[in-house]
């Protein structure tokens, strides 16, 4: 081989590789931005779900992160017992609450147990002026700047405030379903969950042994200036509702939210389900929920507008 062939050969190798090694950085770009753009998607999604998540106060933020709610089962008085004593050892407070468990209503704790959310507020009864207890504030700003704001019946503004026989951390989903709405659709601040029940007790909405009455959504609602529309349990109907800026508040029975009685907020929807403001829980109020899901615990369904 001559000089001038050897030469020539050793060119063609030294292009040779460096096309290799433009293709392996073609490659190696791919992959990357493959990467990145994955990661992008992911950040998007996050950031899509943040912005659909009613925005809390950081405690409660905190709150619902820590723990998983499952579906509230009844308990016996034993059962509450055992149950505490397995609780007692996630954190401080829950070992004082299992250690004072005598001082609370079998009611408090069973609503405890299957809402570990509501630890602190149970944890904060007993400090409680009850019944005296009075509303300790009104809505933030943070609350009001909210399209579909999330009040907690269970949140210590007014949650020890008392309602029936109750208080309204126990028993007040109705009158806190009715606030959302008010302020949702009306920007007032004068409604709070504490004012609405309030309003209900002084107008015999609460019915001793059952609850908040089905008239406070209908009769009570169009006093507080809000005209209210009895829904089919139909799945397009629903969603007109809300196309047509009309919140849908539900009475629920036994199943996902409640053991009896309860009443949630159905403000919007995608196409992984609605959205909803449960006035008792965080975690229920972060997830999508299909139809089908929701049609066999609904007994009934208002639609809202403001008079």
């Known amino acids: 081989m001559t000089r001038s062939e050897s030469e020539t050969m050793q060119r063609k190798k030294r292009i040779r590789q460096k096309k290799r090694r433009a293709i392996r950085r073609a490659v190696c770009m791919a992959a990357l931005m493959t990467v990145i753009v994955a990661a992008l998607r992911v950040a998007s999604d996050h950031l899509l779900a943040a912005d659909s998540v009613p925005k809390l106060e950081n405690n409660k933020l905190q709150a619902a992160s820590a723990v998983s709610v499952r579906e509230p089962v009844e308990r016996h008085a034993a059962q509450i017992t055992s149950d505490l004593k397995d609780y007692a050892s996630t954190s401080k407070t829950a070992k004082k609450i299992y250690e004072n468990r005598n001082q609370y209503s079998e009611t408090l704790l069973t609503a405890y147990l299957n809402n570990p959310e509501m630890e602190d507020f149970v944890a904060g009864y007993l400090e409680a002026n009850l019944p005296q207890y009075t509303a300790q504030g009104g809505f933030t700003e943070e609350e009001m700047q909210q399209e579909f704001p999330l009040f907690l019946q ?8 008392s309602y029936g026989g109750s208080i309204i951390g126990l028993s007040g989903c109705g009158p806190t379903c009715l606030s959302m709405t008010l302020t949702a659709l009306t920007g007032r601040t004068d409604q709070t969950p504490a004012d609405v029940a309030r309003f209900s007790e002084e107008h015999g909405y609460y019915v001793e042994g059952s609850g908040t009455a089905w008239s406070l959504m209908t009769e009570g609602a169009a006093a507080l200036g809000l005209s209210a529309r009895e829904l089919s349990l139909d799945e397009t109907v629903m969603k007109n509702a809300l196309d047509s800026g009309r919140p849908v508040i539900c009475s629920m029975g036994a199943g ?35 139809f089908e899901r929701l049609r066999g615990q609904i007994k009934n369904l208002w639609a809202y507008s403001v008079l």
């Open 256 to 290: 996902d939210f409640t053991t009896q009685g309860h009443f949630i907020l159905i403000y919007g929807y995608d196409a992984d389900g609605f959205f909803v403001n449960d006035p008792n829980c965080i975690a229920r109020s972060s997830q999508r929920w299909s």
């Open 154 to 161: 269970w949140d210590k503004r007014w949650g020890y405030v």
